[in-house]
């Protein structure tokens, strides 16, 4: 496969929270760390899982090279970061984006397309694989937008990445311009996380997709983000423009699709004794639950390296023991750990936590409103209640009540709590009904008549007087909901 120039290896440290590209010049002395945080080349080899290890003859003194443990190296094909042997599945995705291929760079034109899918769906992967896989000779580059603080310094990140010096980040367009249809060799422009250009008018992301679909442009392009109506919702005039670029979504994998990934890793580690590693089932059931949440093959990847982890634990622990039983100086030599069913399900729990806290941290922040309004009306009754018995009967200690709260006060709480945040508005009464009702739904709340007027009951009304005759209680744990509450930073200080 022809090599191609410039080429810069993927570090895989891309994050936003890293330094950001500048409208200034970049130092020279700073410009190789910024290009390989920023930009990166594609036909460049994926770093191989080494299956060696280096051990010293002890006569001799020289390092010799021994073959790893499958244990070992299986954990390291496990790692998201380690390239995959092969693309599995995904046939209709690869012949789209290999029939894109064909018409535009190989054949030295320009074009768009916008690759969509949710995070862990082999967006990126897939393209890469297939452009290692070209015949065809020409550049390509990776630019993710993550770091980039304003939408135009996008152009002089792609110059950058390309190698070209620019000096000025005005000049960055009609540098980009005059290389696009100036140069005679094709080049391919994969922007990951397109979506952080979106401005105020998107003039950015309007001219880049004109550059590559004008009829001397040389240059192609790749968006790829999550959000599937991207080019409808926030780039409507590309059509009128006839700059459309091609769509292709990437669904979520299914049970089958990540039992076929991750048994292709296993397969390309030769196993002692043909026994796997990961058994079977354990497999299948790691598979079955992260389809059954998102589909992120990442996540999957994951849960069997943490699993492998946690069963590498447990031998080392049985023969720590088997040598403190039989008090012998040489330690035994420990099986080769094998992951069950067990270990899997685990990892599984820890990730995912319990079904409650999975469904109190997938409310909207609106949902997550109400539940503040009610545990603020829930402590100020509390302290009420505690005034009156402490009168009563000299005690401090409030009787225990089962009351719930009255729809009426919590809406008025849930209003004065919006009026604190000053972040948004508050919805309307029936509105705010709506998101009791699907609470209610998913078993987070209880919503019944009032007793108000019965023993041991309570009830409180707006400010206005309006009452309602239906209250709300919780349906878990009161702590379950403080600490997923405690989870969204701009609700600790109603809290």
Excluded at 112 to 124: A, D, F, H, R
Excluded at 307 to 332: G, L, V
Aim: proline share 4%.
């Amino acid at each position: 496969m022809p090599a191609t120039t410039a080429a810069t290896r993927r570090t895989g440290r891309v994050s936003p929270k890293r330094q950001a590209l500048g409208e200034a010049p970049v130092p020279s002395h700073q410009k190789q760390d910024h290009q390989q945080i920023a930009n990166t080349s594609i036909k460049s080899t994926f770093a191989v899982v080494k299956n060696t290890s280096v051990s010293t003859d002890m006569a001799t003194g020289i390092k010799k090279a021994k073959i790893a443990s499958p244990f070992v190296a299986t954990k390291s094909i496990m790692h998201r970061s380690t390239a995959a042997p092969q693309i599995v599945g995904r046939e209709s995705e690869q012949a789209a984006i290999r029939k894109f291929l064909e018409t535009t760079v190989e054949k030295a034109r320009g074009g768009s397309m916008y690759i969509s899918g949710n995070p862990g769906t082999g967006k990126t992967a897939c393209l890469q694989a297939l452009i290692r896989q070209s015949s065809a000779t020409f550049k390509s580059v990776l630019v993710n937008c993550v770091p980039l603080t304003r939408p135009g310094q996008v152009y002089a990140a792609i110059l950058d990445a390309m190698g070209v010096n620019n000096t000025s980040a005005d000049k960055a367009l009609a540098d980009l311009e005059q290389m696009a249809f100036e140069n005679k060799e094709p080049f391919l422009v994969i922007l990951d996380e397109v979506d952080s250009l979106l401005g105020s008018r998107q003039e950015v992301l309007y001219r880049v997709f004109e550059l590559a679909v004008h009829p001397k442009s040389c240059m192609a392009l790749v968006g790829i983000a999550n959000a599937l109506d991207l080019t409808d919702r926030f780039l409507p005039r590309l059509q009128a423009r006839n700059c459309v670029p091609v769509l292709l979504n990437f669904n979520p994998y299914q049970v089958s699709d990540i039992v076929a990934i991750l048994q292709s890793r296993l397969d390309s580690v030769p196993s002692a004794a043909g026994e796997p590693v990961i058994q079977k089932a354990a497999l299948e059931l790691c598979a079955r639950k992260v389809a059954a949440t998102s589909g992120d093959l990442r996540k999957a990847l994951d849960v069997c390296r943490q699993a492998m982890e946690a069963a590498e634990a447990d031998c080392k622990r049985k023969a720590a023991s088997i040598d403190k039983e039989n008090s012998t100086d040489a330690p035994s030599s420990a099986p080769t750990p094998k992951v069950s069913i067990m270990h899997i399900a685990k990892v599984l729990n820890k990730l995912n936590g319990s079904p409650v806290a999975q469904k109190l941290d997938a409310l909207n922040f609106q949902q997550k409103l109400v539940l503040c309004a009610y545990i603020s009306l829930v402590g100020i009754t509390a302290e009420k209640e505690k005034e009156k018995t402490k009168i009563a009967t000299g005690s401090k200690r409030a009787a225990p009540s089962t009351g719930g709260i009255a729809i009426s006060g919590l809406f008025a709480e849930y209003g004065t709590i919006c009026s604190k945040l000053s972040m948004l508005a508050s919805v309307t009464r029936s509105e705010f009904l709506d998101l009791v009702t699907m609470m209610e739904t998913q078993g987070i709340v209880e919503v019944e008549a009032s007793k108000a007027g019965r023993r041991g009951g309570r009830r409180i009304v707006s400010t206005t007087g309006a009452a309602d005759d239906r209250t709300m209680r919780l349906a878990v744990d009161e702590a379950d909901v403080r600490r997923a509450l405690a989870k969204t930073s701009a609700l600790t200080s109603v809290l």
